[in-house]
């Protein structure tokens, strides 16, 4: 018990207050953006340097080179896109997306995520599931220390989190006061100025 009571007493208040943001449905685009930019930076040389050689050696040597490296241009490099995009869109992260949810940051540098499921008394009219409703989905909390980066991201708050890097995109606007985000990336990880 002693050892508890010590432990509480070097837990410090990361933020001032409490930060709740309102419902939200982020969508898996923005996810598949972010892992688009982050491809393109880590991986893009691989693409680049097969048409770069081909094509220096089509101008230099054989013209029949240069066409190849058209053809890479035009269906290689848009098949391999087009597999990166189907991977990114099918990341645990892009379909959590997919259902509305709601965040608080706690004071202590923990996360909760409430994870709520679409529900239609009808089939053609769904409805969110309010906080009230008994059906809740499912509460994911990030434990504290746990957040390794809150950044700007476009219109979104990036949150990295776990040790497996995971992301969870947060729209701008679900935030009741637009210095919350600041707050934030203050607490959480590496100010960046917003893109």
């Not at 035009?74 to 990341?91: C, K, Q, T, W």
């Not at 997919?98 to 909760?112: E, Q």
């Not at 994911?140 to 220390?145: D, F, N, S, T």
Request: proline letters at 6%; glycine letters at 6%.
């Amino acid at each position: 018990m002693l050892i508890f009571v010590a432990n509480m007493a070097n837990v410090k208040n990361i933020l001032e207050r409490e930060i709740t943001t309102e419902v939200f449905i982020t969508g898996c685009s923005p996810h598949a953006r972010v892992a688009a930019e982050r491809g393109v930076v880590r991986w893009g040389w691989v693409l680049l340097a097969p048409l770069i050689i081909t094509a220096i050696y089509g101008f230099a040597v054989d013209t029949r080179w240069l066409i190849l490296s058209v053809a890479i241009l035009l269906l290689i490099v848009p098949a391999v896109m087009l597999f990166g995009y189907i991977e990114a869109i099918s990341d645990t992260d892009a379909i959590e997306a997919l259902y509305p949810r709601k965040v608080v940051f706690r004071t202590d540098g923990s996360v909760l995520v409430s994870s709520m499921p679409l529900r239609s008394d009808n089939e053609e009219t769904p409805r969110i599931l309010q906080e009230t409703d008994a059906a809740i989905n499912k509460r994911c909390v990030i434990e504290p220390g746990e957040t390794t980066l809150a950044s700007y991201r476009g219109h979104y708050l990036e949150v990295r989190f776990g040790a497996d890097n995971r992301r969870m995109l947060i729209p701008l606007d679900a935030f009741d006061d637009p210095a919350e985000p600041t707050i934030l990336t203050e607490a959480f990880g590496k100010p960046a100025v917003n893109s």
